[in-house]
């Protein structure tokens, strides 16, 4: 025999979508498929240009690997790109150890959300006016010969909001009754720091100094208003570029190569940041 309440139980029927509901679903399936080719194709025909014996005419064909025998024998981008990985790692390392710094501290402030707008405010300043402003700190203020130090300098400044933003990814979720603990138990600032903070932080500090290193890599407004004499990667290809002279096919080999070079990196700082943070 059944009890009353049983048979007063109803089936719960399903939460019926909006008919518009699939509609926007397509909508935003296929517009994020168009948004990714939009993105990867053009990188995509640059790698095909580049191995193409005629990439100025924009169609590849003929395939060729002429254009990098001609990158490689000519030894005119050596300086540049040697300038821009040792300014790239020393930003990145100084972008590492700064934002580890502040980002430890920022967290228990009593009003982080104000101080973490200010550091935020530079990446919204164009970057010509940035660029402007920095020349004026190095050369009228600091009396800096402009060159290799002016140039991270300026790139130090563009690089590190991002790296704060990352290491504060991991410190936000940093649970800090561990450094109570340690140090009850007798460890120094430096033990606890040591043995407690930087295995959990260590995936947000490697992945600040590799976004630090690819900001500054990759950085050309900036650089153009600090670098006198000196030229990195980015501005000796602008340079090549805007003369157009004979010399700009080997520009898209050039680029094909960093491109290589510089996305598995960048995947590998968001697989570093946010899988590995994901799992603890």
């Keep these: 025999m059944k009890s009353q309440h049983s048979l007063n139980l109803r089936p719960i029927s399903p939460k019926l979508e909006p008919s518009y509901a699939p509609v926007w679903k397509r909508l935003g399936k296929w517009g994020g498929f168009a948004m990714l080719a939009l993105i990867y194709f053009p990188l995509l025909w ?5 191995i193409s014996q005629n990439p100025l005419g924009g169609i590849p064909g003929s395939f060729s690997l002429e254009h990098y025998r001609a990158l490689f024998s000519n030894s005119a981008w050596h300086k540049p790109m040697l300038a821009s990985l040792a300014i790239g790692v020393l930003v990145g390392l100084v ?3 700064a934002a580890t710094i502040i980002g430890r501290a920022l ?3 009593n009003s982080p959300g104000r101080v973490l707008f200010m550091f935020v405010v530079p990446l919204f300043v164009p970057g010509m006016s940035m660029g402007a402003a920095l020349f004026i700190l ?3 203020v600091l009396n800096l010969k402009l060159g290799f130090w002016s140039v991270a300098l300026g790139h130090f400044v563009w690089a590190f909001p991002f790296a704060l933003l990352i290491v504060l990814v991991v410190t936000v979720r ?9 140090r009850d ?7 606890v ?16 100094a590799l976004f630090g290193f690819l900001m500054s890599f990759n950085e050309v407004m900036r650089s153009i208003f600090l670098r006198g004499t000196a030229e990195t990667m980015p501005v000796w290809s602008w340079i090549q570029a805007a003369a ?9 080999s050039l680029a094909s190569l960093v491109l290589l070079v510089t996305l598995p990196l960048l995947c590998g700082v968001f697989w570093l940041l946010f899988a590995r943070v994901g799992r603890s």
């Design 244 to 252: 157009q002279q004979s010399q700009v096919p080997i520009i898209f």
């Design 138 to 140: 190095a050369r009228a």
């Design 46 to 50: 640059l790698i095909l240009l580049s």
């Design 174 to 182: 940093f649970d800090h009754r561990l450094v109570e603990a340690g």
């Design 107 to 109: 967290p228990t402030l």
């Design 193 to 208: 720091f040591w043995d407690i903070e930087f295995p959990i932080l260590m995936p947000g500090i490697v992945s600040a």
């Design 95 to 97: 972008c590492a150890v």
């Design 185 to 191: 138990l007798g460890a120094s600032n430096w033990r």
